[in-house]
């Protein structure tokens, strides 16, 4: 099995540029990067905190938070389609058997 190729990439959260390696593309690691940055802008301009440590803690649980979020409603909507398919499959079986 081959190896997968990691790359390092430059990425600027916050202020401070970090080297991260990964398999993914660097656009793929630039977009993380924005994201992350974006949010701890947005969370340090609403909380006067110095400390980017607990401004980054807040970040990460904001975005665990939206992605939980996300899964709650893929779920949901999971649930939704299988309820509709079962419904469907109903009304199939009895037009053929008509």
Request: with cysteine.
């Amino acid at each position: 099995m081959a190896a997968k190729s990691t790359t390092s990439t430059a990425v600027e959260i916050f202020g401070t540029v970090y080297h991260v390696r990964g398999e993914q593309n660097p656009e793929y690691l630039q977009k993380l990067a924005r994201l992350v940055d974006r949010k701890m802008h947005e969370i340090g301009s609403q909380v006067p905190m110095v400390d980017s440590g607990k401004i980054a803690i807040l970040a990460a649980l904001n975005l665990a938070d939206e992605l939980v979020q996300c899964n709650n409603q893929q779920e949901g909507e999971r649930v939704e389609i299988m309820e509709k398919v079962a419904e469907l499959t109903g009304v199939l079986s009895e037009a053929l058997q008509a």
